[in-house]
Structures are given as C-alpha cells and as structure tokens.
C-alpha cells in the first residue's frame, strides 16, 4: 500500500530537549515536505527537499532541521524545541513537485511541547 | 500577512444541496491552485487543481472556479453528502516551485 509513514504520533516533551519526528514514504517519490499546522494558519511549510542531499527551507524553517540522506526517509530534527513549536506536523512526498500535482499526506504527528 | 485566505472558517450544507467553498489571494504570480481535504486524525488528500490558463475544472461532483481578475477561486460540490464532511483547504504555488501556500481551512458540515 502506497502511503507516507510518520512516527511518532503523538509526542509531549520538555523545552530545549532534542526531538526527531521520522518521515518514510515508500512510493520512490523524489519531492517531500514537512508543514506544521495551526489554528486559523492553514498548513506552513517548513522545509522541503527535491531529492538526495537537496533541501531548501519553506516559509517558517526557524528552529528545525531536515536531512535527506535517503530518498525515502526525511527526518525532521528540533534541536531545541520551545513551546511555540507544539503543532500538528505533517510529512508529505509527490513524484513530478509538490505544488503542481497530487502530493501525498503522513497521518501526522501531535507535539507539544511544555 | 496571508497571501491565501479562506473567509469561513465553518459551513453548514444540507444533503443534496450544493456547497460552495470560497478563497482568494493576493499573490498576483501564483498561477497553479490546489484543493485538499482533510478528516479528523488523518492527512491531508488531495482533491482537485486547476492552473491559471484556466477558468474552470470538474472532476465528478466537484468543481473549482478561478477568476484571476478577482483573485478568487471556489470548490462547489454538488450534490453534498455526509462523507463530504471535513476541513477544506485551498493552496497556490507560483511558477512550478514546489512551495505551497495554504488557506486557513472551512470546515463543512453535511447534514442529512
């Protein structure tokens, strides 16, 4: 079954301790994305990544960090979380560019931070 | 500032009726737009696009309108069911860029 893999799912830590949410697709997708959403914001992106070892920052990277050491995982990485980092994230991949054709959704992961 | 706005955040539709989802953006050089919908504790599925060389797409029930000059688009599903229940968002991009730019989401809410 084709689908976008995010662990964990729900996840509550303290200020300044080092977190990392797992993201894996298993559809050979070049293009993925991470976005957090929050209420009336919509979804923001964060970062996204164009394949192997190429990433580029979305509209709020502030206090992430992504790898894309392979071409199905994309790890995202809080070194130092801070409460204004509790939200709902999700992962996504597409195969032909996440913003001109269907992009394909992780269930989501739950974080607050306190 | 939000470049993507979605004005409602609710919507309350009778079955069988149409619904009518509303988004407008200020972005002059957005020129690709997207619908997703969404379930409670699920992600994000995507559910219709049109580009700007376009006014209109149809895809069974649902269809998207763009005016360009109005910077306004609309999801209208007709007819509404139950299932269809859920969060809408819309999204743009510009240029064949693989940033996307989201609406804060309408809940609808298809009543029987």
């Known amino acids: 079954e084709a689908q976008v893999t995010q662990n964990p799912r729900y996840l509550i830590t303290v200020t300044g301790k080092k977190l990392t949410v797992t993201c894996s697709q298993n559809?050979?997708?070049?293009?993925m994305s991470w976005y957090r959403q929050d209420p009336g914001l919509g979804l923001r992106q964060i970062y996204y990544s164009m394949n192997v070892e190429v990433t580029d920052k979305g509209d709020v990277p502030e206090g992430y960090k992504v790898s894309r050491k392979e071409k199905r995982n994309f790890p995202l990485i809080l070194e130092s979380p801070s409460p204004n980092q509790t939200s709902l994230y999700f992962c996504a991949s597409g195969d032909r560019g996440l913003a001109r054709t269907e992009a394909f959704f992780g269930q989501g992961t739950r974080l607050t931070v306190v | 500032d939000q470049q993507v706005k979605q004005n409602s955040p609710s919507l309350s539709v009778q079955e069988g009726r149409i619904s009518i989802l509303n988004c407008d953006y200020t972005?002059?050089?957005?020129?690709?737009f997207l619908w997703y919908k969404k379930y409670p504790a699920e992600g994000p599925t995507f559910l219709i696009s049109?580009?700007?060389?376009?006014d209109k797409n149809e895809d069974g029930r649902f269809t998207v309108f763009l005016n360009k000059s109005a910077k306004h688009l609309s999801l209208h599903i007709v007819p509404s069911q139950p299932g269809d229940s859920a969060v809408y968002f819309c999204a743009a991009s510009e240029n064949a860029g693989n940033m996307l730019t989201f609406g804060g989401g309408t809940r609808l809410m298809v009543k029987p």
């Open positions: 559809m050979n997708h070049e293009y």
């Open positions: 049109i580009s700007s060389i376009k």
């Open positions: 972005n002059s050089m957005f020129d690709y």
